[in-house]
């Protein structure tokens, strides 16, 4: 079962007027694996992870999930087919509790989000969700404490409880370890190491270290289009991906 | 409990036991009562409003569309010289603004920031002008009407509406039911997903809501309580006129609920207290009282950040 293509995008492409910021990506992710996407700045990682959650409709190109084309869909119909996404930028309620932030994200898997006269504090099965993810996390001290008050790093732990509340079965992990301490970064990397035993996710981060330890395969971008996608000593050993992240970094920055 | 704040808990113990009272004192003096009564019904629509944009973010100005839609459609619905029954009414007009206020909503919820306030703005402006040009329905002079319909239950009558006390309790009924329907609403599973819409869309979207239906379900809602605020006010003076629905009117309920403190529900009836009050008191001072009372407001706002509510929380809560 482990080798199940659970999504796939086919000739993916996004074209910003003339600027082409992905062209013709076809990947392939795996169920039950960690699938690591890394790149020079303004590579498209992020333009990747925005079309495979809903946010950013392709120019061309096609994305299935589970063997449904579902390209075009509305942001919020991926992530009620189990398609969860963190953001780069920390994207949280600041103003609420962190049990309020995964309950928020908990609440749609249960029925009753139109119900306008239950207390929001009625459904148990809610608050367990909310605390569980918290939980998965960390942040079990922090289970009452205002978002905005907590750290920049237990912020970034509380934007993965939100995604891991929905209950997804793809993760779609937008630098989740960018701004942490390494001890916040190590908890994570075990945490992730242990969710790619049941999820399977799609990673974008700049810690190379982390990367090379976690990723089952791992997919390089440059300017927008595929590179290679291998196993990390694959990678590794590819030239092309030498010359991106040393030959050319003076043009890319330029570019950015 | 669904009054979470102590100064919340405070202002409506002490409101809502002063306008009990308020007619006991002033039963010979109708017309006061009559003021009264207005203030209550403007607090409904101001409290209506005050959800939408306060604790929906739906930042509207053509609000006032809903509060004349409530009048208008009361006339055009009922026969001329028969006394219908208030309830029986008041359900179809609500019902009707409902369909009106959906549809509506679905249109001008596509939109979001200062396009969401000027397409709300040009959609009743665009029902101002109609009305004011029609000619089956008045023009500028509006529509009369000429029988106050009767409120009895199952035969069993309390309130005769032509007598000022008992519209009175009439309009108060109305405030504490906007206010428990508008905290219950809020305070639900539906609003949790509202309140998190207008915190983070973004966010609430990648969470897998369709926020869109959420935020047209609470329009519908917030205009069908303005709606109901029209429908008193119709009631009470006996005719509507496209004056219901100008943008003034709008915009006047937007400072009520800016000076009670936007959000807070119950700061809408402060602030429309306040406002009115302020108004009395300058027009029967000087002659100038728009300048009075545009200084009054620019004052209020400058210093009271959170308005009314705002600043009485700070001085209660602990």
């Known amino acids: 079962m482990a080798n199940d293509i659970i999504l796939e995008t086919e000739s993916l492409s996004k074209h910003w007027g003339g600027i082409k910021a992905l062209n013709n990506i076809s990947l392939q992710f795996h169920d039950r694996q960690l699938h690591g996407v890394v790149g020079p700045n303004g590579a498209g990682k992020s333009t990747l992870l925005n079309m495979l959650c809903g946010t950013l409709q392709p120019t061309s190109g096609c994305i299935f999930h589970k063997g449904e084309q579902i390209e075009g869909m509305k942001p919020w119909k991926f992530v009620r087919r189990g398609i969860g996404r963190s953001f780069q930028k920390t994207n949280i309620y600041a103003d609420v509790t962190c049990l309020e932030n995964c309950a928020v994200a908990a609440q749609r898997r249960f029925t009753g989000s139109f119900n306008l006269f239950a207390s ?17 996390v960390g942040l079990e001290s922090r289970i009452h404490t205002i978002a905005a008050e907590i750290s920049y790093g237990e912020q970034r732990q509380l934007e993965l409880a939100m995604v891991l509340a929905t209950d997804p079965c ?13 001890e916040e970064s190590q908890r994570i990397i075990e945490l992730l190491n242990e969710l790619k035993q049941s999820y399977c996710i799609v990673l974008v981060e700049h810690d190379m270290d982390a990367i090379f330890e976690l990723s089952d395969q791992l997919t390089v971008l440059d300017n927008g289009t595929h590179l290679i996608t291998g196993t990390v000593d694959e990678v590794r050993n590819e ?18 | 409990m669904i009054f979470e704040k102590r100064t919340e808990r405070i202002f409506l113990a002490i409101f809502f036991t002063i306008a009990l009272c308020i007619p006991l004192f002033l039963e010979a003096n109708s017309f006061f009562v009559g003021k009264v009564t207005t203030i209550l019904i403007l607090a409904v629509f101001v409290m209506s409003l005050d959800f939408l944009v306060g604790r929906v973010g739906l930042v509207t100005l053509g609000h006032a569309l809903f509060y004349g839609l409530g009048g208008y459609l009361f006339v055009i619905l009922t026969p001329e010289y028969e006394a219908v029954n208030f309830w029986v009414y008041a359900f179809y007009i609500l019902g009707l603004n409902a369909l009106i206020a959906l549809v509506i909503g679905a249109v001008v919820l596509r939109t979001s920031g200062i396009y969401f306030i000027m397409i709300t703005l040009a959609i009743s402006q665009m029902a101002y002008y109609y009305f004011f040009d029609s000619l089956e329905f008045g023009g500028n002079d509006g529509l009369f009407i000429f029988m106050k319909p009767e409120t ?38 539906f609003g949790r997903i ?56 709008s915009g006047t309920a937007l400072v009520m609920a800016i000076l009670g403190g936007m959000g807070t529900i119950y700061g809408a009836i402060l602030g429309t207290i306040t406002y009115e009050g302020l108004l009395y008191l300058f027009e029967h001072m000087t002659q100038d009282w728009m ?28």
């Open chain 2, 152 to 189: 009895s239950i199952f035969g069993l009558s309390f309130l005769n509406l032509d007598n000022p006390t008992h519209f009175y309790y009439l309009a108060l009924l109305a405030v504490l039911v906007t206010l428990l329907a508008i905290k219950v609403i809020l305070r639900s599973r």
């Open chain 1, 239 to 256: 030239p092309l991906v030498k010359e991106a992240y040393l030959g050319k970094e003076d043009d890319e920055e330029e570019a950015a």
């Open chain 2, 291 to 318: 300048l009075l009372m545009g200084s009054a407001i620019i004052l209020m706002v400058l210093l009271l950040r959170k308005g009314l509510a705002g600043y009485l929380e700070k001085l209660l809560e602990k």
């Open chain 1, 170 to 182: 793809i993760l779609l992990l937008d630098e989740p370890m960018a701004g942490m301490g390494h």
């Open chain 2, 194 to 249: 509202v309140e998190a819409s207008r915190l983070n869309p973004e966010r609430t979207e990648a969470l897998g809501y369709n926020i869109f239906a959420f935020r047209l379900i609470s329009y519908v809602i917030g205009s069908t309580l303005a709606a109901y605020a029209g429908l008193l006010f119709a009631l009470q003076y006996g005719y509507v006129n496209p004056q219901f629905m100008t943008w003034e009117m």
């Open chain 1, 120 to 136: 929001r504090h009625s459904n148990k099965l809610v608050r367990e969700a909310a605390e569980k993810a918290l939980h998965q």
